[in-house]
């Protein structure tokens, strides 16, 4: 049996522990050498895959501890992908990122010596549990950047980008199974923001078809899932942006929920509906019955408030409205810290909010 998506379950990102940020800190001011901050992300994801076990979790993260980035650090990485200053930050609501971004220089590929593979080892070796890797979706390669951030010299033709992306994730797929990889989350928020006549007019006017880039979304995402392991969870998580508690879009799921739900090979849906910009539950009526699951996001992580258990049953009834029951699941509607600044909220919030997650899903579904 595939494990994941569990009736409880996490994005996977988490708050970062003090000694951690001290740490990084430090080496960034160039007083604490890489292995001694190796040392203390070890340390401190040890005792963060205790605190998930303990509250009863299944699906167990490093909390993308070794990160700055939910997506950059993993890109950064692909052979033919650099990190660089862009001069300019992501604008949120009210703030802006640090003026990071990936581009595309040379020829797409992923290699064995990929540090994400060795990240998910650590995890593996380190839990009792299912060890659960989160990895953004190859679609995060050209999203924010567009044409502009893909070699003209190295890419003449786009087809051609999107086919070596896709092969590039399909042999990263490979290397996480033979790692020991049985679930795998591929983080992309292009699936909502695709919701947003504000994002989708961002598109037009810098020079993309929205229409047909979502579909060229889809088919390098089909493309990546080929010949994907039977035995391996493989998931998707979609959100409208997530840094320092703000977010980038708004829009109900409606205008993608066909093509994401039965054109999209993937196990589960991570979907956010903690609040009125996600929408109401009516594209779940999309979700083809049988094995397909829908994580519903109705805990926040943006705020330290914990929610009412009464409150989040009344929103599970409502949802299962449009799908069965059997077909859903539980958890926060994003990570704690898709980047390393985190959310603003405290790590006792945190863990409440999951324990509570791990407590309604128990009396929900037994």
């Known amino acids: 049996m595939k494990p994941g998506p569990f009736r409880a379950d996490q994005v996977g990102s988490l708050l970062r522990s003090k000694p951690l940020k001290d740490a990084r800190e430090k080496h960034e001011k160039g007083t604490l050498p890489a292995a001694e901050l190796a040392a203390i992300e070890d340390a401190e994801i040890k005792k963060i895959i205790a605190k998930q076990e303990a509250i009863g979790l299944q699906g167990i993260t490093d909390g993308e501890f070794r990160r700055t980035w939910w997506h950059y650090d993993f890109l950064g990485y692909l052979t033919g992908a650099e990190r660089y200053n862009t001069g300019q930050g992501i604008q ?32 593996a070796a380190n839990t009792k549990k299912t060890a659960k890797m989160t990895i953004p979706s190859p679609s995060m390669m050209h ?3 567009g044409r502009a951030g893909i070699s003209a010299t190295a890419y003449p033709d786009m087809d051609v980008y999107y086919h070596d992306l896709g092969l590039a994730y399909q042999k990263a797929i490979k290397l996480f199974y033979e790692a020991g990889c049985r679930y795998l989350q591929l983080d992309d928020t292009s699936l909502a923001y695709f919701c947003d006549p504000a994002q989708v007019k961002m598109l037009a ?37 997530n840094f320092r508690s703000t977010f980038v879009a708004t829009g109900g799921y409606e205008p993608v929920s066909d093509m994401v739900f039965n054109q999209i090979d993937v196990d589960g849906y991570f979907m956010e509906w903690d609040d009125e910009r996600s929408g109401g539950f009516e594209p779940l009526r999309k979700l083809p019955k049988g094995h397909k699951k829908v994580v519903l996001g109705l805990v926040t992580t943006k705020l330290g408030a914990l929610e009412s258990r009464d409150a989040i049953m009344r929103r599970i009834e409502a949802a299962a409205k449009f799908a069965p029951l059997d077909q859903l699941c539980l958890s926060p509607q994003c990570g704690f810290a898709s980047t390393e600044e985190g959310n603003a909220l405290g790590e006792d919030d945190q863990w409440k909010k999951l324990e509570l997650i791990v407590t309604v899903a128990k009396e929900v579904w037994g």
């Open 205 to 241: 006017d810098r020079g993309d078809d929205p229409k047909d880039l979502v579909n060229k979304y889809r088919d390098v995402l089909g493309l990546a899932l080929k010949d994907r392991p039977k035995d391996m969870t493989i998931t998707t998580h979609t959100c409208r942006g």
């Open 143 to 145: 999203y924010r950047a």
């Open 92 to 123: 949120f609501k009210g703030v802006q990122t640090r003026a990071e971004a990936v581009r595309v220089n040379s020829k797409l590929d992923f290699s064995a010596s990929h540090p994400h593979l060795a990240h998910f080892k650590f995890l």
